[in-house]
């Protein structure tokens, strides 16, 4: 079957660094999203790798391993309005967006 | 990121009555519409997959007669909710995919939220 993991739920400091992984083991691999998702409101795209290695986006980074099934959303210098949930999706070989559960990131003061 | 427009954002309707949500992306000739809907604290919920020109294709347990989806042009999806009833009552949002040099964004617009009393 096809499943992606990512943590639950995290937790960090304003103004530190945080990593959210994702692991996947899907049928077929066209690409890995990360989207942002506050409460209420539809998810917002932050990235999209399809080859391997790291994309930095100002204080948003994202890195895949195609050979290991393995993607990391890195985010820097933390801000409150940070707090939210991130997803994690992985369009399959027939095209198919699979998603993650989602990890809701809190930060606190 | 390209940009993706949804209206209304919210609306009310009575038990019985229709409602048409129009779903465009703005920048950018969308290849593939996604419908989705989602309610409070759960996951997102794919309801249908449509190409421009042709007829939806809806996941199981979505009722097509209902959830009337016409993909007219490359950016422009909307999604009809046919004699609407309470439990229909939910966050619908849209989504778009553009397809370039085997890359394959797929981008959502602001959501709009039904009410059905």
């Known amino acids: 079957g096809q499943n992606i993991d990512q943590p639950t739920e995290m937790t960090a400091t304003e103004g530190a660094i945080v990593q959210i992984n994702c692991t996947y083991q899907t049928s077929g691999f066209n690409g890995l999203f990360w989207y942002q998702q506050h409460a209420g409101e539809a998810p917002t795209f932050l990235s999209y790798?399809?080859l391997d290695g790291l994309e930095e986006k100002g204080r948003f980074s994202s890195f895949l391993s195609r050979s290991k099934g393995y993607s990391y959303l890195l985010l820097k210098e933390l801000q409150m309005k940070d707090s939210a949930s991130y997803l994690c999706?992985?369009?399959?070989?027939?095209?198919?967006?699979?998603w993650g559960a989602g990890t809701k990131l809190i930060i606190k003061p | 990121g390209a940009v993706v427009s949804q209206h209304p954002s919210r609306v009310i309707c009575k038990s019985g009555t229709s409602v048409k949500i129009e779903c465009r992306s703005l920048?950018?000739?969308?290849?593939?519409m996604f419908w989705y809907r989602q309610f409070p604290k759960k996951s997102l919920m794919l309801m249908a997959t449509s190409n421009e020109g042709s007829k939806a294709t809806y996941e199981q347990g979505v009722e097509k007669d209902k959830f009337l989806i016409n993909h007219a042009s490359l950016t422009l999806s909307t999604l009809t909710v046919t004699s609407a009833h309470p439990e229909d009552s939910s966050f619908y949002i849209c989504?778009?995919?553009?397809?370039?040099?085997?890359?394959?964004?797929?981008?959502f617009g602001p959501g709009t939220r039904l009410t059905v009393t």
């Open positions: 920048d950018f000739q969308a290849t593939t």
């Open positions: 989504s778009a995919r553009g397809a370039r040099e085997g890359r394959y964004e797929q981008y």
């Open positions: 790798n399809v």
């Open positions: 999706a992985v369009l399959d070989s027939n095209y198919q967006l699979i």
